[in-house]
């Protein structure tokens, strides 16, 4: 078990990388990956996640294509990256939507926040930089990828050897964000 040190460290480790290397990243390390993410937990344990794995270059750069905003410079590191996760919103099961109606909180988006950080976690455990995109042509990818138009695409995250320089965090200060017992 890793410690409350070890984890803070990662934690702190874990940044949006959005240059990458072309090596090619290990089976094992994508499976712990894939597994991270799939560990996740989910309200009422809905598990409203599809997670859409890409390692062909050539449909890589499809869905880079579909990610990218060239005239706003957004998102044109995708096609670097040696394995795309797109994450396809599930219908979640009965209880969890049930839960959603009566407060008003779409626990699936949660859930997929959720998955999707422990997929960041696990890659920068293995050494590998991350980037989660939210940005993208969705009827695009939905075509390229033949989802179904009745399901939502909600992240692309970029995994690769990052060639990024460790940038120092820049956070709001622990008295603006924290407080104990009362707002």
Do not use: H
């Amino acid at each position: 078990m890793i410690d409350g040190e070890k984890m803070l460290e990662l934690i702190i480790a874990r940044q949006s990388d959005r240059r990458y290397d072309d090596k090619a990243i290990d089976k094992e390390k994508l499976e712990r990956i894939f597994e991270a993410g799939r560990m996740a937990p989910s309200a009422c344990n809905a598990q409203p996640w599809k997670f859409i794995v890409i390692t062909d270059k050539e449909l890589i750069d499809k869905v880079a294509e579909a990610a990218s905003a060239k005239l706003l410079e957004m998102n044109t590191f995708v096609a670097q990256a040696q394995v795309l996760i797109v994450i396809v919103r599930e219908n979640p099961n009965f209880s969890s939507r049930i839960g959603s109606t009566v407060k008003k909180k779409d626990y699936s988006l949660i859930d997929i926040g959720i998955a999707s950080e422990n997929i960041c976690l696990q890659a920068r455990a293995e050494g590998l930089g991350s980037c989660m995109v939210g940005w993208f042509d969705e009827r695009m990818l939905q075509k390229i990828l033949d989802i179904p138009r009745s399901k939502r695409v909600e992240l692309i995250i970029t995994i690769g050897y990052s060639l990024s320089e460790y940038r120092q965090k820049k956070r709001k200060p622990k008295e603006v964000v924290v407080s104990y017992n009362k707002y």
